[in-house]
């Protein structure tokens, strides 16, 4: 028990982003460019080509974005979630996503991702729209810029909602494009259609998506000026 609080206090020190991002880099580079340990799933299920392919080539560059903060942050502070909630990190990428977890008071050992890449002993290979864990086996999951990758944003949403337990948080983010600049897009795998044709572009596409699941609305965002790129970011517990 003393260790896991001495743990718990030194993560804090990654909640300077220097310091998360020199850990990052160390890690990064053991597990990458020395072990060379870069691994993909073989089932692209709902994922188009050039979304794959994008997104390949991303984890080879080392670019880590602290986006995932915006759903964070607010996640950390939810009276639902303490250090021993457990969180699934959907389409992590990086371990970034789950150093800042643990930096924002989630126990190290609670904390796990899942993206079709991985080179993390942390990130479980698998696909969002058929994930390998338990029903109800999360109290949390984040889904950070990854749902508009799915052709098929609905299954991706079932299964999301199968995973985590009844009364857990699901926390989404999504870039949002402007209007001029949609139509350029509309074939790449940044704005896609679900099977019903819904866009998402805000957060009331997003929780369309759950409909009569949703349950408690504890934090959402949309971006306030249509004609800049911006963010729909939504956190909510769910119901079954």
């Given amino acids: 028990m003393a260790n896991d609080r001495l743990v718990l206090r030194l993560t804090r020190f990654m909640r300077v982003k220097p310091i998360c991002n020199l850990v990052f880099w160390l890690r990064f580079l053991y597990y990458v460019r020395i072990k060379r340990n870069i691994r993909s799933y073989d089932d692209k299920q709902g994922t188009d080509d050039k979304g794959f392919n994008h997104n390949l080539r991303g984890i080879t560059h080392g670019k880590p974005s602290d986006r995932i903060l915006k759903l964070i942050l607010p996640l950390s502070v939810i009276d639902r979630m303490n250090e021993d909630s457990t969180v699934l990190a959907i389409g992590c990428r990086y371990e970034t996503d789950l150093l800042y977890l643990t930096a924002y008071g989630f126990r190290p050992k609670n904390v796990r991702g899942l993206d079709l890449f991985s080179y993390s002993p942390w990130v479980d290979l698998g696909n969002m729209h058929a994930m390998p864990y338990p029903d109800s086996s999360w109290d949390a999951a984040l889904m950070g810029w990854v749902l508009t990758y799915s052709t098929d944003p609905a299954i991706a949403a079932k299964e999301v909602m199968r995973v985590v337990k009844s009364g857990g948080l699901i926390a989404i983010g999504i870039t949002v494009i402007p209007t001029k600049q949609r139509d350029e897009l509309a074939k790449g795998s940044r704005i896609v259609t679900s ?35 911006g963010h729909s970011l939504v956190i909510f517990s769910v119901k079954k």
Avoid at 198 to 209: M, S, T
Avoid at 212 to 222: G, L, M, Q, S
């Fill in 195 to 229: 099977a019903s044709g819904l866009k998402i572009l805000n957060v009331g596409d997003i929780l369309e998506l759950f409909d009569k699941h949703v349950e408690t609305v504890y934090f959402r965002h949309d971006r306030t000026d249509q004609s800049k790129q």
